[in-house]
């Protein structure tokens, strides 16, 4: 239950967030807007870590395999296209291509078992639900 109600916070803080960081983008930039989500992205998990557990960051040196470092990276990247897709959409319509985008892309990563994830069997009923998101979104653009 727990897992279930955090996807949910996790889902509404990425549409507010998306739509927060298109009118900073409107009114400065968009690397200007990224950037600033990123800095003050970083401040937060510094100020969390300080009060929290406090793991050593010298354990990142131990991350292996070494492109699973490149959150970051791809955070810049994921905040970049949600602003230019929520500018150019509108918030509903780019929140229901992201999410299909992302139901898509992570059933992929483990129908192949990519990026060290257990491989899983193909499911019809997953598909089918892939295919359902994707007529929603023919249905939700009409």
Not at 63 to 70: I, T
Not at 78 to 91: A, Q
Request: glycine content about 12%; overall charge positive; hydrophobic content about 60%.
């Amino acid at each position: 239950m727990w897992g279930i109600l955090t996807a949910l916070l996790s889902g509404a803080l990425m549409s507010v967030q998306g739509v927060f960081n298109t009118e900073v983008t409107r009114q400065t930039g968009v690397w200007v807007s990224a950037g600033w989500v990123q800095l003050t992205a970083f401040v937060t998990c510094a100020a969390a870590w300080l009060l929290s557990g406090r793991q050593s960051v010298g354990s990142l040196l131990a991350v292996e395999p070494k492109y699973m470092l490149a959150g970051g990276i791809l955070g810049a990247f994921i905040t970049y296209t949600v602003i230019r897709s929520m500018e150019s959409l509108g918030p509903a319509r780019a929140a229901l291509l992201i999410v299909v985008s992302q139901i898509l892309v992570a059933y992929g990563i483990e129908l192949f078992g990519l990026f060290g994830v257990e491989r899983a069997a193909f499911a019809w009923r997953k598909a089918l639900g892939a295919a359902v998101a994707i007529a929603g979104i023919i249905i939700f653009r009409s």
